[in-house]
């Protein structure tokens, strides 16, 4: 008698459940989900029996309610995608912009815009090189970002990638490295890096016509060699970044892009700014992408939800704000991730 392969009965857990929910609220057809669960080795009667008690569900329809909802969300932003294109690519410079129309124009209107004249009073203007780093602070312990090549995701692990050296050292590294996005300071170092590098933030002047200089949080210090990379993300403030030294080409996404730019994790995506692969991610090909050079003695105002790629052209050293004196507080509304 020939042997006969017998299939294994796979019977709906409570994981099938869950793909057999997402699936119908995603518009799939009920005959195309059944032959699916034949082909994995579901019977007809349970296959059915799940089917039918999903569609009947109040759990389903409650849940349709909530998808209907977020449907109009996304309407909102689509219509806000039509309306960006009417408007240049090219993002404006305006000269010692007055605080009334930068409030209007830009910060409630979330449009970046990139503020010239306003740091002509910075000592840090004149004063700031690696010699002068190394004169000043060159014996402090700081801590940098490092090891970032051998891992793909260093922003989202940057925990790990915490060093602690002597600024001076560090300064070196930096002068001798070309063109590297080995290692960085970054606002995340912020927390070691302010008592160590007070008598630089001397040479900082907060900017009265747009900034609230009493606030705990005065400025975050980046400082890193040509070929430094920030992926594409997106803050949760509204954000200046005043650049001292050296060159940065930013590209930009508006944040009513957020459906199409492969939003994997937390305010990261996977997509390459450096080399934006269509193939891999075909919906970025609509999407509107600003680009700038952001020039020693020029502000860009980056507004919050805007997803933002940054790469550092020379040695560069920027000087981050959030300390508006407008609300800048939309951490408590951020979505939280939940496992279920």
């Not at 940057?158 to 930096?174: I, L, N």
């Not at 063109?179 to 590098?197: Q, V």
């Amino acid at each position: 008698m020939a042997n006969v392969e017998l299939r294994p009965v796979v019977h709906v857990d409570n994981e099938w459940r869950r793909w057999i929910a997402e699936n119908l609220l995603l518009d799939g057809p009920p005959q195309g989900i059944y032959e699916q669960m034949l082909l994995a080795g579901i019977a007809h009667e349970e296959a059915v029996q799940e089917i039918q008690a999903a569609i009947a569900s109040p759990y389903l329809a409650g849940a349709q309610r909530l998808r209907n909802r977020l449907a109009k969300h996304d309407w909102i932003l689509e219509a806000q995608r039509h309306m960006n294109r009417l408007r240049s690519t090219e993002v404006p410079r305006r000269h010692k912009l007055s605080r009334e129309e930068f409030l209007d124009a830009y910060y409630t209107a979330g449009r970046p815009v990139i503020i010239t004249g306003m740091m002509d009073n910075w000592p840090a203007m004149t004063k700031w090189g690696l010699d002068y780093f190394k004169q000043r602070c060159g014996d402090r312990e700081v801590e940098i970002q490092f090891g970032r090549d051998a891992d793909a995701q260093y922003e989202l692990r940057k925990t790990a990638h915490r060093k602690t050296m002597p600024f001076g050292d560090y300064v070196e590294m930096v002068r001798n490295a070309g063109r590297s996005n080995d290692f960085y300071m970054t606002a995340y170092n912020e927390g070691k890096n302010r008592a160590a590098l007070t008598e630089l933030w001397q040479d900082i002047v907060q900017i009265p016509e747009y900034l609230n200089g009493e606030g705990p949080t005065q400025g975050f210090l980046w400082f890193g060699p040509a070929g430094t990379i920030t992926p594409f993300h997106h803050d949760l403030t509204n954000n200046f970044m005043a650049q001292v030294l050296g060159r940065k080409r930013i590209l930009m996404m508006p944040a009513c892009e957020i459906a199409h730019v492969y939003n994997h994790e937390h305010c990261f995506t996977h997509v390459d700014g450096r080399q934006i692969d269509l193939q891999r991610y075909p919906r970025m090909a609509d999407v509107q992408v600003l680009s700038c050079t952001l020039n020693p003695g020029e502000i860009l105002f980056l507004p919050v939800g805007c997803w933002h790629f940054v790469e550092g052209l020379d040695i560069s050293v920027t000087v981050s704000f959030t300390n508006f004196l407008w609300d800048n507080d939309f951490t408590a509304e951020y979505p939280q991730q939940q496992a279920f």
